[in-house]
């Protein structure tokens, strides 16, 4: 006797093969067989003809690491179709902390203070893990750890080059993180406080790494001007330790520099073809979202938010920053440059009176004030002592969907639950990834689609038993009408679900079920042991 038997499939089995009609049993929680007809009987049996039945999607890059220690509920991603997701990403991981430093390392990785209003009852990795366990995930997650969150714990957000002792706190730290199981380390080279870290120090850091059997995924130092000697920093990395790199969410951002696209692709297949494990993530959408501090010149991040606030306030200080946003400074993407304050949209703030300016742009909202939209982004700043989330428009369709098709690229949303009007990609990555490249733009096939959400993600992970419906996996599954399925977030409204879902299994068990959550909580931490 089956759990449970999904009839007359359309199997999407997740390795890019072609699509078979197919019955799928689970028991245990794992696949248990998979055949044209299977005779035998199931607790429940599910309906699929004219569904399509693929593995559980891995959202590879998001920022929902405090999401599963204050509202596990996690429908944000079932209703996705996502059954895993890698959190740590950019940097910035939420372990480990040091003691006396904990609340700065908190609050550099929710992108500003006021977002974590609960205790901090942990410091290392594995209590972060075990915090998260029994909090009882629907889905799910795993972890890589951040090199700013690192860097915070050993010292601060100091702008110079580590020293040796900090070094081999920040090595110790990392290799003890890897050890409770997280599956390796980000960095985020674009923000504070990653930005004043040399590449050898990143170096150092990713030998631990390549040891432990890990990956390293960077957030690159530069996604503009600088893209294609970021890219070439990241692969140098990746030569001079021997781990494998993984580029997150590949992008040529602001329009001078779309036509860097092909060349940033062709850097790729040439390290590839050296025999570097290059592979990158994307999402599918060609506006970016991050912390508004992202426009303000390095030297003024200097401290963290507290000593941004307070440089801010200083006129002198305050007019050099602004300077700094205009003119930019050598090898510094300036996010200003990217976008234009037009398409540079207020997405969350924490303080009830600046609500009304979420979902306008920074022009926009500074007219409406009678204000210079530099002075006025500034105070804004202050206001929220520095806790705003932006969206940009700085990349195109075109570039994007070109990204996606690479065969070593994968789908990570780089969503970061923050409340306010998110970018929609929090809630619509997956299926709009099937709706408007499978669907409309054509630039997929379906099972090139699923491939780059599944069983490609957990061969980066280093996952052995996820990404593919075959007999003896984790049954982790998404089931749905591949004629309907998309995302309905928009900027307008992004706090939207996605349509065309009938049915979500984590572990064997149903946690979506004709379209409705089940109440289901079968997630668990996978540990890099795992594998
Ligand atoms: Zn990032």
């Not at 940033?264 to 999402?283: F, N, P, S």
């Not at 306008?360 to 105070?379: L, R």
């Not at 369709?397 to 009007?421: C, Q, T, W, Y």
């Amino acid at each position: 006797m089956y759990d449970l038997i999904f009839r007359q499939a359309t199997v999407v089995d997740g390795t890019g093969a072609p699509a078979v009609a197919a019955d799928v049993a689970v028991a245990e929680g794992r696949f248990a067989a998979v055949a044209p007809r299977l005779d035998g009987e199931a607790q429940r049996v599910v309906g699929a003809q004219g569904l399509a039945l693929a593995p559980g999607f891995i959202d590879l890059h998001c920022h929902f690491d405090a999401y599963h220690l204050e509202q596990p509920a996690g429908e944000i991603k079932i209703r996705q179709g996502v059954t895993l997701e890698v959190v740590g990403n950019c940097g910035a991981s939420l372990a480990p902390l040091a003691p006396e430093r904990a609340r700065m390392g908190v609050d550099y990785c929710l992108g500003g203070p006021g977002r974590f209003r609960r205790e901090i009852d942990w410091q290392t990795y594995g209590q972060y893990v075990t915090k998260v366990e029994t909090g009882r995930p629907v889905l799910n997650v795993a972890g890589l750890v951040g090199h700013g969150s690192l860097r915070v714990a050993a010292m601060g957000f100091a702008d110079r080059p580590t020293t040796a002792a900090e070094l081999d706190t920040m090595i110790g730290l990392l290799d003890e993180a890897l050890a409770a199981g997280a599956a390796g380390l980000s960095t985020g080279l674009y923000y504070a406080p990653g930005l004043f870290a040399t590449t050898d120090e990143v170096i150092a850091l990713a030998k631990v790494v390549a040891r432990r059997g890990g990956y390293y995924a960077s957030h690159i130092r530069n996604e503009a001007e600088g893209l294609l000697e970021a890219l070439d920093e990241a692969l140098a990395i990746g030569r001079a330790s021997g781990v494998p790199v993984h580029i997150s969410h590949l992008k040529a951002a602001g329009t001078r520099n779309w036509g860097k696209a092909e060349a940033a692709v062709a850097k790729i297949e040439a390290a590839r073809r050296e025999g570097l494990d290059v592979t990158c993530d994307v999402y599918p959408y060609h506006f970016s979202s991050t912390s508004l501090q992202a426009v303000i010149p390095p030297w003024a991040l200097e401290g963290g938010s507290e000593a941004l606030v307070a440089r801010l306030v200083e006129p002198a200080k305050r007019a050099r920053a602004i300077e700094g946003i205009k003119d930019g400074l050598p090898g510094w993407e300036n996010i200003y440059h990217n976008a234009g304050w037009e398409k540079i949209i207020i997405s969350a703030v924490n303080s009830p009176a600046n609500q009304t300016v979420q979902g306008q742009s920074v022009a926009q909202a500074a007219a409406a004030a009678g204000a210079d939209p530099f002075e006025w982004a500034m105070d804004l700043l202050v206001a929220e002592r520095g806790a705003v989330s932006i969206i940009a428009g700085s990349m195109n369709e075109e570039n994007v969907a070109r990204f996606l098709a690479l065969p070593f690229a994968m789908i990570g949303s780089d969503g970061a639950p923050r409340g306010g009007k998110p970018h929609p990609r929090v809630y619509g990555t997956f299926p709009r990834v099937l709706r408007r490249f499978v669907r409309e733009l054509k630039s997929l096939t379906l099972e090139e689609a699923v491939r780059k959400m599944t069983s490609a993600s957990a061969v980066r992970l280093g996952l052995a038993d996820r990404g593919r419906i075959q007999v003896g996996r984790q049954a982790d599954a998404v089931l749905f009408d591949p004629a309907t399925v998309g995302d309905t977030a928009s900027f307008e409204d992004p706090c939207r679900y996605p349509i065309g879902l009938k049915a979500v299994a984590v572990a064997g068990r149903l946690v979506l079920d004709e379209g409705r959550m089940t109440g289901e909580r079968p997630g668990r931490f996978c540990r890099s042991g795992d594998r």
